[in-house]
């Protein structure tokens, strides 16, 4: 079995090319004026003879920059994370940084593991999509010096950018079209509030504006993601309370909309027939899920591009004080809010 060649370093090719490492250090990092036409060619020669590749990394650390961006995801599981870091992605491709994600799996361990692991990498930024992340992990960002932009959740006493949805906008606009559709209770279904700001927010803009029509039922619940048990007995005691009456189900973000859909399959209710359904986050599989599910779709593609796009600011020395960014989303309406048959 024939084993790799070794990696050829620089004085590989200055031995190659019969000079110096100064000269090829020259040739490499663009001072190539410095150098004869014959010693440039002999330098070149050798770097394609030996498939010379210098370290990146070596080189920038030389020069104080590794163009490294650190990803931190509490799910990568959650296709909004997915789609968020597809734009961070594209962001760094286009700015000539590298990403460097890691997927913390909820676990507070992970967090601060990752963090080290992030700076022993000196990478010169961190985009934290924290919307997962729980308050003790939370803490751990706080002591990082590094320029930092948080995706779709604000930490309590943090000064620092975030890019996220325009909750308030967008939790009007899907209960306004419940309204419109004449749907006369309406259950907000959240995962357990604590210190999510985004939660918070979509469902006080739901409160408010339910409250506009004191003739109609708001209700809100919250439920653990794994907990089918529980969510089984909240929907249906919500839909045997109202059957009577046209009522609908709002979900706070896309991996609870699934577990609403799951539930409902279970107690064998309809959604666009029994009972509405909307959620926030547009899933692949919404439009195919029976009659469709009505969902407000975030530009997350567009937000990772711009959390992206604020670290480097950040690295480049803006000094501003900390912005937040807000999107508007897209209300997509399918068949599980237009008509519902008693």
């Not at 060619?41 to 080189?59: C, D, G, V, W």
């Not at 809100?220 to 529980?230: K, R, T």
């Not at 359904?277 to 711009?306: C, H, R």
């Amino acid at each position: 079995m024939n084993r790799q060649a070794a990696r050829a370093t620089i004085s590989d090719v200055a031995r190659a090319a019969k000079t110096g490492k100064t000269s090829v250090s020259r040739y490499l990092n663009g001072e190539q004026h410095a150098l004869s036409a014959d010693l440039k060619q002999r330098i070149e020669t050798a770097i394609a003879e030996l498939n010379y590749r210098p370290s990146q990394m070596a080189r920038g650390l030389k020069r104080g920059r590794t163009r490294l961006i650190g990803l931190i995801i509490a799910d990568i599981t959650n296709p909004y994370s997915v789609d968020v870091m597809s734009g961070i992605e594209a962001a760094c491709r286009a700015r000539g940084f590298t990403l460097l994600m890691c997927n913390t799996n909820n676990e507070v361990d992970q967090e601060q593991h990752y963090l080290n692991l992030l700076s022993s990498y000196q990478v010169e930024g961190i985009v934290v999509n924290a919307v997962g992340m729980r308050e003790e992990a939370l803490s751990y960002l706080q002591q990082s010096l590094l320029p930092m932009v948080l995706i779709d959740r604000k930490i309590p006493d943090f000064p620092c950018d975030v890019v996220g949805l325009d909750n308030s906008e967008a939790s009007i606009q899907v209960t306004t079209h419940l309204i419109e559709q004449d749907f006369q209770a309406v259950l907000f279904v959240t995962e357990p509030l604590g210190l999510v700001n985004t939660r918070h927010e979509r469902l006080q803009a739901f409160k408010n504006t339910m409250a506009q029509h004191p003739e109609r039922f708001a209700g809100q619940a919250e439920v653990a993601l794994n907990d089918a048990a529980m969510m089984d007995s909240v929907l249906h005691a919500f839909y045997q309370q109202h059957r009577d009456q046209r009522c609908a189900i709002i979900v706070v973000n896309g991996a609870l909309t699934l577990q609403v859909a799951r539930s409902l399959k279970r107690l064998e209710l309809a959604w666009g027939e029994q009972i509405g359904l909307l959620g926030f986050d547009e899933l692949e599989w919404s439009e195919l899920a029976g009659v469709g599910i009505t969902t407000l779709k975030q530009p997350t593609w567009n937000m990772g591009y711009a959390a992206l796009e604020q670290v480097i600011r950040r690295i480049e020395g803006e000094t501003t004080p900390p912005v937040e960014r807000t999107f508007s989303g897209e209300l997509i309406v399918r068949g599980s809010t237009k008509h519902v048959k008693k």
